[in-house]
């Protein structure tokens, strides 16, 4: 009998990319008041975002998946593939939807460069993040916990041209997924408001 290759981290995965939207809402969709306790959660909000493009590189899991031989094809094509495709099209989809949210508060309260740089910078914060979450085996928390080891991690790898090159990758790689999901939102969203619009809902 085939046991689902779904490790534990994936579950944890999940929520972590979970933590950041619930952030972004909270922050840039609720929250009217820069205290410093909004200061602090954007903080936090910077620090966990990467969680949400990580889910990207849990592909070698299903990669392993495939190439194990007590998967069988029928599993693979019925389980293992439906599951991995919508895991990590809604965890990405967290990605995108925070930054978003993000940017659009930015371009609300006018902030200028920093509207207009915020898109790049966040992306190439979660390239870091991601290469440092999978390839040096760093957690979120560790900026908090061990932000020594985190910085000094961090210097190597950007003076190393391997590791840099990962990092660009990565960089490109969630710019363009984000400008790939972003039509399609937008795209979804335009049919939805023109089906209101046509047919709107009538309360009784």
Request: no cysteine; hydrophobic share 55%.
């Amino acid at each position: 009998m085939n046991s689902v290759p779904v490790h534990f981290t994936v579950v944890i995965n999940f929520i972590l990319a979970f933590i950041p939207f619930i952030l972004a809402f909270y922050l840039f969709k609720v929250s009217h008041h820069r205290t410093v306790l909004w200061w602090l959660l954007t903080l936090v909000f910077i620090a966990f975002l990467p969680n949400s493009a990580y889910v990207l590189t849990d592909i070698i899991h299903f990669i392993a998946a495939v190439k194990s031989p007590n998967i069988s094809t029928a599993y693979l094509v019925l389980v293992l593939v439906p599951f991995y495709t919508v895991f990590l099209l809604v965890n990405f989809e967290f990605y995108v939807i925070s930054i978003q949210w993000a940017d659009k508060y930015l371009q609300q309260v006018n902030q200028g460069f920093l509207s207009k740089a915020f898109i790049p910078s966040i992306h190439f914060l979660a390239a870091i993040g991601v290469y440092l979450g999978r390839f040096q085996r760093l957690e979120s928390t560790d900026i908090i916990h061990h932000p020594i080891i985190v910085f000094r991690d961090l210097l190597v790898d950007l003076s190393g041209g391997k590791s840099l090159l990962i990092i660009i990758g990565l960089f490109v790689l969630f710019y363009s997924l984000y400008a790939v999901f972003s039509r399609i939102n937008h795209a979804v969203s335009l049919k939805i408001n023109d089906k209101l619009a046509t047919h709107p809902m009538k309360i009784t």
